[in-house]
């Protein structure tokens, strides 16, 4: 547990930061709209910006491939090393430092896994998107779209086998936890058979990601509005991040003051 | 938190290993191990299972130390 205490900072010093903030908030933003407003009287800019969404949208199977691939290899490489590090643990069960290392390293794969699952799924549907509105097939070939589809379809099964498999040391290794990958109610499983130390780290690290979310929201806000002024992406985007701003925060609320009642 | 432990010392005296030990208390062999590095503190439940198993107090296992730190 760490021994840091965050302190609580004055209302002086907080309102200077405020102040501050939207001083520098202000004066990026005019400079901004500037330029803007002078490339947009040129036409420069809409052409740049059409030119921006061609390249994007044509380099999608490149980068979906890519990361696609990179999905199957990496994950695969720490469950390899993983497995190994199993394996020399079975002929040294009261190795602590091992034990706690491959309890680590474990951490690897899945991760990956679960990082390069969301990135496959958000790429391969650009690339459909790509496909259906840019013509991307017409460019690169029917061929293409298909070994696209294929890998996408490797890499999610992949996405699958890894988690289930490090979850298989992890459960061989602990044998009191219990859940099923698989599973649709995997998480509540596996929680009910975490302990009082493990169940604290769950809730830290989702304290953690709920703050974290609500400060990426608010950046995201900012950018995706940008977006809608300066490349005319439309304010949809705004939208869906004010929304899941709003979903993270009434859900936390909500349970707060549930459990709060309950005392 | 100020809370340090001598659950090492007291593991080895019992002669089992994380895993055993973490048997005996009914808690897993990753909690034995974070509580030992001092990166976890104890319910009161969990220490008291730790020192009875252990058979000692728990204050002989666990010591608290008043923090100079905080203002």
Redesign the interface.
């Known amino acids: 547990?760490s021994?840091k205490?965050v302190k609580e900072r004055s209302n002086k010093r907080i309102l200077i930061t405020f102040i501050l903030m939207i001083v520098v908030c202000g004066v990026i933003g005019y400079f901004f709209g500037m330029i803007t407003a002078k490339s947009e009287k040129t036409q420069t800019f809409a052409q740049t910006v059409d030119v921006m969404k061609n390249v994007v949208i044509q380099s999608f199977p490149v980068l979906f491939m890519i990361v696609a691939v990179l999905s199957i290899i990496i994950p695969t490489i720490g469950y390899i090393h993983c497995n190994k590090m199993y394996q020399k643990l079975q002929a040294d069960?009261?190795n602590?430092e091992l034990?706690?290392r491959l309890?680590n390293a474990l951490n690897g794969p899945m991760i990956t896994s679960t990082l390069f699952s969301i990135a496959n799924v958000c790429l391969f549907l650009c690339f459909v998107y790509g496909a259906v509105t840019a013509k991307i097939d017409e460019r690169y070939g029917k061929t293409v779209v298909l070994i696209g589809l294929a890998i996408f379809v490797i890499s999610t099964v992949m996405g699958i086998v890894i988690p289930h498999l490090v979850v298989k040391i992890e459960k061989e290794?602990?044998p009191?936890?219990k859940g099923n990958v698989l599973d649709s109610k995997f998480r509540e499983v596996w929680m009910d058979s975490?302990?009082?130390?493990?169940q604290?780290m769950v809730y830290k690290s989702a304290y953690k990601a709920f703050s974290n979310t609500n400060v990426v929201c608010i950046w995201l806000i900012a950018i995706t509005f940008v977006c809608a002024m300066l490349f005319k992406t439309d304010i949809l985007s705004m939208i869906i991040v004010c929304l899941i701003w709003f979903i993270n925060t009434f859900s936390y609320m909500l349970h707060a003051a549930k459990l709060e009642r309950r005392g | 938190m100020p809370l340090y432990n001598h659950l090492k010392e007291y593991r080895a005296r019992l002669g089992v290993n994380q895993q055993q030990l973490g048997a005996m208390v009914q808690t897993s062999r990753q909690t034995i191990s974070q509580i030992e590095r001092g990166d976890y503190s104890p319910s009161v439940t969990l220490a008291l299972k730790i020192a009875k198993v252990c058979d000692a107090r728990v204050e002989d296992i666990f010591e608290y130390e008043e923090d100079t730190d905080n203002e």
């Open positions: 547990m021994n205490r069960r009261d602590d034990w706690d309890e290794l602990n009191e936890k975490c302990d009082e130390a493990q604290m």
